[in-house]
């Protein structure tokens, strides 16, 4: 059994209709056996949304698997282009909408506004904000992406101001990123520490973003409001 590559069959004696069907047996007998290699090649049931064909030597087949559990491909979950926190400096939930702009699968979804990723080791980098000035000095100074679940913190990042004055800062805020192994299937929350304890801190990113992905892979317009965004790949 291999992959009929070369193995073409010739239309020579069948693309006419003056031909004689005898003189195009081999081709036909060449044009099944073709065939029969191909379905040979495959190990595929009834496929459900996510599969994939993963190539198995022990079989010499590509064999029908299913997409959670398989590491190296990466996911882009988007916050939006405005982070908030509630009205005080301690660190807490941000108000954020998050979505998965990758296909879902059972390793990574969004459950309640949050993300939730299974067992296993996971690398995270998120997009750093750009330089924004905020009026009245009202900003998000440190930004923690936390295991909701195993109570521990994942990562963190710090603002740094680059210009601006005392009262008007303009501040970008560096990129959440690293290498981290969940036990359990984990839901990750957006923890956010403003400057002021008496109103909402906020933290600004570009709502246009590229590459801009779509549920389908694709690179389109359709979702330019990624603002920050975590790029998330399971390694192992």
Not at 76 to 103: E, M, Q, R
Not at 107 to 119: C, E, G, I, K, P
Not at 218 to 223: A, K
């Amino acid at each position: 059994m291999a992959w009929p590559s070369g193995t073409k069959a010739s239309t020579t004696n069948c693309d006419q209709p003056s031909d004689l069907i005898a003189n195009a047996r081999a081709d036909i007998k060449q044009n099944i056996d073709n065939v029969n290699d191909v379905i040979d090649t495959f190990a595929i049931s009834t496929p459900t949304d996510g599969d994939l064909l993963r190539y198995s030597s022990s079989t010499g087949k590509f064999e029908q698997v299913a997409g959670a559990g398989i590491t190296g491909f990466a996911h882009i979950v988007s916050y939006g282009a405005t982070i908030t926190t509630t009205d005080t400096n301690s660190i807490a939930p941000v108000t954020v909408t998050t979505t998965l702009k990758t296909p879902a699968n059972a390793d990574v979804s969004v459950v309640s506004n949050n993300l939730r990723l299974t067992a296993g080791t996971w690398f995270i980098e998120s997009n750093s904000s750009p330089d924004n000035t905020y009026t009245g000095g009202d900003f998000i100074e440190h930004l923690v992406l936390y295991d909701d679940t195993g109570n521990e913190s994942i990562t963190s990042a710090e603002a740094r101001r680059v210009g601006g004055t005392t009262l008007n800062p303009s501040i970008s805020m560096e990129r959440l990123n690293g290498l981290f192994t969940l036990s359990s299937t984990s839901d990750l929350v957006l923890y956010g520490q403003g400057t002021d304890a008496v109103t909402e801190s906020t933290l600004k990113y570009s709502p246009n973003v590229t590459p801009i992905i779509d549920s389908a892979g694709s690179n389109t317009t359709s979702n330019a409001g990624l603002g920050l965004y975590l790029k998330i790949v399971k390694i192992a």
